[in-house]
Nanobody, 111 residues
Framework: VQLVESGGGLVQPGGSLRLSCAASRITFSRYVMGWYRQAPGKQRDLVATITSGYTTNYADSVKGRFTISRDNAKNTVYLQMNSLKPEDTAVYYC??????WGQGTQVTVSS
């Protein structure tokens, strides 16, 4: 199983980014997909998940600002991040069932 994240970068507060995570060597549509993040010196925390039935769940800190979605035809999960804040700065990781993990993509929110 391989997960490859993309879309991270540097953005000003209030800006937007869209993360993508492409999966391979797995029947993608069967699994819960998720995004976690880890800031320096902190534990890795849940950001959002989406089930095979498209039910979503979000951390309270991102509700109303972030949207998780999936495209099973492309084996890809997305995280649309709007109204970004400096405290959203972290490495963002894609996961399948919290078992397989991507390498992470850096998101930095700073003016």
């Amino acid at each position: 199983v391989q997960l490859v994240e993309s879309g991270g970068g540097l953005v000003q507060p209030g800006g937007s980014l869209r993360l993508s995570c492409a999966a391979s060597r797995i029947t993608f549509s069967r699994y819960v997909m998720g995004w976690y993040r880890q800031a320096p010196g902190k534990q890795r925390d849940l950001v959002a998940t989406i089930t095979s039935g498209y039910t979503t769940n979000y951390a309270d800190s991102v509700k109303g600002r972030f949207t998780i979605s999936r495209d099973n035809a492309k084996n890809t999960v997305y995280l649309q991040m709007n109204s970004l804040k400096p405290e959203d700065t972290a490495v963002y990781y894609c996961t399948i069932n919290s078992h397989y993990w991507g390498q992470g993509t850096q998101v930095t929110v700073s003016s």
